[in-house]
Every structure is written in C-alpha cells, then in structure tokens.
C-alpha cells in the first residue's frame, strides 16, 4: 500500500500504483476504514407534511458518482425491478417560512434491491468503486430504471413510485435527491429508513438473498459527513406489501 491514501470521504489517493492494483489490493482497508464511523451522537430532525406545515433546511449531501444527466420526467421510475414497493411522496418548502414552492424540479435515484444502478450496470455493488463521490462517473449503459424528475404541484409536493433500494459497498440504503427551483440547484441530498423498515425487507427477496450489509446508518461516511443528515429521514408507514414514505424538504429560496 506504498504511495497510497485514504481521504477522510474514503476517497484513494494512489501515487505510482496502477487501478487496477488498487482496486484488488485496497479493498479490506477501505472497508475497515469506512465502517469506523461513529453516528451515534447524531439527533437528525425531520418533518413531514403529513404532520402539519413545520419545516427545516434539508441537509446537503454529496451527489455520488452514479448520477446522470436529463433523467427521464415521470412519477413510475422501478421498471419492473423487483423489490418491496415504495410511495416516495416528497414537498418542496421554503425552509425559511415554510411556504411550498410550486414548479421546482425534483429529481430522485438510487440502486435497485441488489445494489446496481441504472447506467452503470457492470459495476459490482461488493467492491468500493475509486471515485470523487463529488463527480458523477460517464454511464456506460442506456438503462435508466430507478431514475426520474417530477415537477412540484401548486403545493409544491411530487410522489414517485419506486422500491425500497438495496445497499453497496461502502453506503447504507439511500435515495439521491436533487431540487432545482428558479433556475438553479436549491438542494442536493440523500434520503435514509430507518432500522425497523430495512430489518423488515431484508426478510423478502431479492434482498435477503444479498444479506445484511455491514454499512449501517450507525456507521455510514455520508451520514456523518452531515453530520446526521437532519432533514433527510421520510415518516414511513406500511402501504399494502410495501412501504410509503413522506418528506418535506426544506430549500432556500
């Protein structure tokens, strides 16, 4: 492991050393040192609409490197993949006076039940890819399930129809989410379940198949560099044999 590093993100920084020796050799360190996160001194707040019209300023969050550009606009975006099914119902809020912002656009991805993500279906979801979680990688497949944009109604809320994500190497499950409003980027964030929900799924196939992960919201780089990503954790609820989760997220305006 001469000449390389790992950054506080577990990012790996190589000097002289080839990819592909990195990717082979590193991997038992990067897992050790990104499960050494400590998330427990972490409150997160959050609110839903569903409870009445309080609201906060949403928690930024890194983009990762799997998004891709001109998501398709539409409220189904699972395409068949299997998984435990998902009401993502979501308000965008001025997170100063909590009033809804009608027209932003609310653009939402995330891996499917074994941890691949559209556009990137090569990738293998047990080995921590060697990427900015800053810059989005190229897409290498013109397959887009599990990626979609909704423009928010008068009251500023949008709903899409999804699964519950799996997890990879090195994240806990989490949906990506990007607002723009007013002709700018007003929020980029990630969305986190809780405990009880991921226990519950990962009973059902295909994700019991993959197992538990060892990234947890207990352990997770990208909580904790959010410092507990206030703002990002939906009310949940049972919805037939799946879930629905509601949010408001709070973006300056």
Same mark, same amino acid.
């Not at 990717?23 to 590193?26: F, P």
């Given at each position: 492991?001469s000449?390389a590093?790992?950054?506080?993100?577990?990012?790996?920084?190589?000097g002289g050393?080839?990819?592909a020796?990195l990717?082979?050799?590193?991997q038992p360190? #990067?897992?050790?040192v990104?499960?050494?996160?400590d998330?427990?001194g972490?409150? @997160?707040?959050?609110?839903?609409?569903e409870?009445?019209?309080?609201?906060?300023?949403t928690?930024?969050a890194?983009p990762? @490197?799997?998004?891709?550009?001109d998501?398709?606009?539409?409220?189904e975006?699972?395409?068949?993949?299997?998984g435990?099914? #998902?009401r993502?119902?979501?308000? *965008?809020?001025d997170?100063?006076g909590?009033?809804?912002v009608?027209g932003?656009?609310?653009?939402?991805?995330h891996?499917?039940a074994?941890?691949v993500?559209s556009?990137?279906? +090569?990738?293998?979801?047990?080995?921590?890819? #060697?990427?900015s979680?800053t810059?989005?990688i190229p897409?290498? +497949?013109?397959?887009?399930f599990?990626?979609?944009?909704?423009i928010a109604d008068?009251?500023?809320?949008?709903?899409f129809?999804?699964? *519950?994500?799996?997890?990879y190497?090195p994240r806990v499950?989490?949906?990506h *989410?990007? *607002?723009?409003s007013?002709?700018r980027d007003?929020?980029?964030?990630q969305l986190y379940?809780? +405990?009880?929900?991921?226990d519950?799924?990962?009973?059902?196939?295909?994700?019991?198949s993959?197992?538990?992960?060892p990234?947890?919201?207990h352990?997770?780089?990208a909580i904790h560099?959010s410092r507990?990503a206030?703002?990002?954790?939906p009310?949940t609820?049972?919805?037939?044999?799946?879930?629905?989760a509601?949010?408001? #997220?709070?973006?300056?305006v």
């Open positions: 492991m000449g590093r790992i950054t506080r993100r577990g990012l790996l920084v190589g050393l080839g990819v020796a990717a082979t050799g590193c360190l #990067l897992r050790r990104l499960t050494r996160y998330n427990s972490f409150a @997160p707040v959050s609110y839903s609409f409870d009445g019209d309080a609201c906060s300023p928690s930024e890194l990762g @490197p799997y998004r891709v550009e998501a398709p606009l539409r409220s975006i699972h395409e068949g993949r299997p435990a099914p #998902l993502l119902r979501l308000k *965008v809020a997170a100063a909590c009033a809804p009608p932003a656009r609310v653009e939402v991805w891996c499917d074994l941890g993500y556009g990137y279906t +090569d990738a293998d979801p047990d080995r921590i890819p #060697l990427a979680p810059r989005s897409p290498r +497949d013109d397959q887009r599990l990626r979609g944009a909704q008068a009251d500023g809320r949008v709903e129809r999804t699964i *519950v994500p799996g997890w190497a499950q989490h949906v *989410v990007r *607002v723009r007013g002709g007003a929020l980029t964030t379940f809780p +405990d009880e929900l991921l519950a799924v990962l009973q059902r196939e295909p994700y019991r993959r197992g538990p992960s990234f947890t919201r352990n997770d780089v560099d507990g206030d703002g990002g954790w009310r609820s049972r919805e037939g044999d799946g879930w629905t509601s949010l408001t #997220l709070g973006v300056p």
